[in-house]
């Protein structure tokens, strides 16, 4: 790989160099390196354990790595920061279960992820503002929610709370979206509406989608880093990727 | 900024059952001094009394379900704060015996003097001052609280873990209040008092006083924790019982909101605490079993945690219960109580309140499907006629 070279660094959205973590002896990030622009839409695909998940956790600050560096925007440093702080830099992320509050309405779901202040007394003494129920009216047409706004999210369907989610996390304004595996357990009228609506929230943000589902990808039509064992198999489009040798052994072919 | 959070606090339900227990704090009080005792109306002292400890008993079911029913947090140790509470009250009490005590020093509660101590610790000084007696019960509680969570929650400890801690500590102050040295009484704790606010302790209306004093700190707890789970941060609890980790990624900091409802809810049972000591007449190291703990979650659960109203009602049916069954059969109590979580975690799993509301909601669901259907098959009726 030698897209890591010059001034990548400091252009960058989120900057990833020689991230290594083992878990008890097994290696899950073996030296992964990558770089996501400010403004792209980037799918990473990759076999079972091939240490996705295990890199979203690290870029969210779950999981800290034992080697590497992770930056974001260039100069901050993600590996010293825990959850909340990254979450209240700008750095949003969806399950790969979607992960919605199932006792709240989809409403109240949306108004605790709104990206305002989120201190125990300015909680506790806050009021919704016109301000606020606009942008939640908004969010919940972008995500086609507006007519279960007083349901209970438990009470959606799969998709539905897949959406949710995802509109939970553009409550929260995040410059840099992290989405785990969108479509998994979705119809094929979902899957595509899913696609749409990432393409369109990736032109005001950056975008990284985990997937399993090559008929998703390609209907993204972006840029594809292909991950396996713990590090950047090949980069590229999905024509490149899915061409490409390695690629067909490691996951593909299986 | 208050207003709005009372205007939140104050749905129907909370109104009615402050205003029941308003009335109550005027009303029993009134029937047990105003009436004679042959009257069909008169209210024994005995029941003042008895239901003025199921209100305390009421309020720390209440301080539980803050943190249980609404953030998840099974606290096994609630009875802890509860007597700390009670030791602060004790100690004041202690202090107004004087030179009333059987050894008749003026300074020295009597079990010091049988000790051999020649002066006051320096924590027993203050609590001969009743407004210094009432803060501690709520500070050292909230202390407590405030100490132990910081480390627990900013260690991530959860479920089990956490409640087998909780259960640790109270076990661990157990001990400590049982021994002689610790200069709170020892094995016997606190007791002999004679009189609150110069008031005698045992007087009708000292004892309707305290009545009304634990329904009134009832209604009060339970405006300011409906106003709590109503607000954003109350919504934000509720998302940290059901998915933490959701909660934590959308930036909020898990360990700071359980923080604050650990110690609003130890402040309570604090208060509980303060206000069940005097109507008993005791405090002792008994109080901190981890057993005590433990029912305040079946009455919890009973009633229905989640719901403001169901411990309340837990507290008192299941104590009221326990006054009747252990006179009639005093050896199976502790079975009865087991058996009572038992079917209650069986086949009540929200509550006697949970279920009732389920109940109405479900009955509402229907009737709302049945009106949408009924206007479906008069719209179809409609239709030809139209047609014509």
Redesign the interface.
């Known amino acids: 790989m030698n897209t890591l070279v010059g001034n990548t660094k400091p252009n960058s959205i989120l900057y990833l160099d020689g991230v290594s973590v083992s878990f008890d002896g097994f290696k899950a990030l073996n030296s992964l390196s990558f770089v996501i622009e400010p403004g792209e839409l980037r799918a990473i695909i990759g076999p079972n354990g091939a240490g996705k998940t295990t890199m979203m956790d690290i870029i ?1 600050g ?1 999981t800290r790595p034992d080697s590497g560096e992770v930056f974001f925007k260039g100069t901050i440093d993600l590996t010293q920061k825990d ?2 702080e990254i ?2 830099l700008g750095i ?2 969806k ?1 790969q279960k979607p ?6 309405t989809v409403w ?1 779901n949306l ?3 709104l ?1 305002r202040n ?3 007394f300015s ?5 919704l503002t016109a301000e606020d129920k606009a942008r939640i009216e908004e969010i919940l047409s972008t995500v086609r929610l507006a007519n279960r706004k007083d349901d209970f999210a438990a009470n959606l369907s799969h998709g539905q709370k897949q959406w949710l989610e995802i509109g ?1 996390l553009l409550a ?1 304004e995040p410059e840099l979206l992290l989405v785990d595996e969108p479509v998994a357990g979705m119809t094929d009228a979902e899957t595509a509406e899913t696609a749409i609506l990432l393409k369109e929230i990736a032109k005001t943000r950056s975008v990284v989608v985990v997937e399993h589902d090559m008929g998703f990808i390609r209907d993204l039509g972006v840029k594809v880093t292909c991950l396996a064992e713990g590090s950047v198999l090949a980069e590229g489009s999905i024509d490149f990727v899915s061409a490409d040798q390695k690629v067909i052994e490691n996951y593909l072919g299986r | ?2 207003t ?2 009372l205007a939140k606090a104050l749905g129907r339900n909370i109104v009615i059952t402050v205003a029941i227990l308003l009335v109550l704090a005027a009303l029993v009080p009134a029937l047990n001094l105003l009436t004679a005792p042959d009257h069909p109306l008169h209210v024994p002292t005995y029941i003042v009394s008895l239901f003025g400890k199921y209100l305390t008993y009421a309020l720390l079911a209440l301080a539980l379900d803050l943190v249980w029913g609404f953030c998840g947090i099974l606290s096994l140790g609630h009875a802890a704060f509860f007597a700390l509470g009670g030791y602060a009250m004790g100690m004041y009490l202690m202090r107004q015996i004087g030179a009333r005590g059987s050894y008749g020093n003026p300074l020295l509660p009597d079990f010091m003097v049988f000790l051999n101590w020649k002066e006051l610790p320096w924590f027993w000084y203050g609590f001969d001052m009743f407004w210094f007696a009432a803060l501690m019960a709520i500070v050292v509680p909230g202390l407590l609280a405030f100490v132990f969570g910081w480390f627990a929650f900013r260690s991530r400890v959860n479920g089990v873990y956490l409640s087998i801690i909780t259960q640790a500590m109270t076990f661990a102050l157990l001990l400590a209040f049982f021994r002689n040295d610790m200069g709170f009484g020892g094995n016997n704790g606190l007791t002999d008092f004679k009189d609150i606010l110069g008031f005698n302790i045992q007087a009708n209306g000292t004892r309707s006083a305290l009545f009304a004093a634990s329904a009134v700190a009832l209604a009060l707890s339970l405006i300011i924790t409906s106003g ?1 789970v109503r ?3 109350g ?2 609890l ?2 940290v019982r ?2 933490e ?10 360990e ?2 359980k923080l ?1 409802a650990f110690v609003v809810s130890a402040m309570m049972a604090g208060v509980a605490g303060a206000l069940y000591v005097p109507q008993v007449g005791i405090i002792n190291p008994g109080e901190f079993d981890p057993a005590n703990s433990i029912e305040v979650v079946i009455w919890t659960a009973v009633g229905g945690r989640g719901t403001l109203i169901g411990p309340i009602v837990g507290a008192i049916l299941v104590n009221g219960g326990k006054s009747i069954f252990t006179a009639a059969f005093p050896e199976f109590w502790l079975f009865a109580l087991g058996g009572l979580f038992v079917l209650v975690t069986l086949f009540l799993p929200r509550g006697i309140v949970g279920t009732a509301r389920q109940f109405v909601e479900r009955r509402k669901e229907y009737r709302k499907a049945r009106e949408a259907e009924e206007a479906r098959t008069f719209a179809t009726a409609a239709e030809p006629q139209a047609a014509e």
Do not use: C, P
């Open positions: 969210t779950k959850e909340a979450a209240q949003g992320r399950f992960t919605v509050f199932e006792s709240h109240d108004e605790l992820a990206n989120r201190g125990v909680t506790l003494f806050y009021r939970m929260q | 900024m208050i709005s959070f709590i607000s954003k941060y919504k934000i509720v998302g059901d998915a980790s959701r909660t934590r990624f959308l930036g909020y900091r898990v700071h909101m604050f």
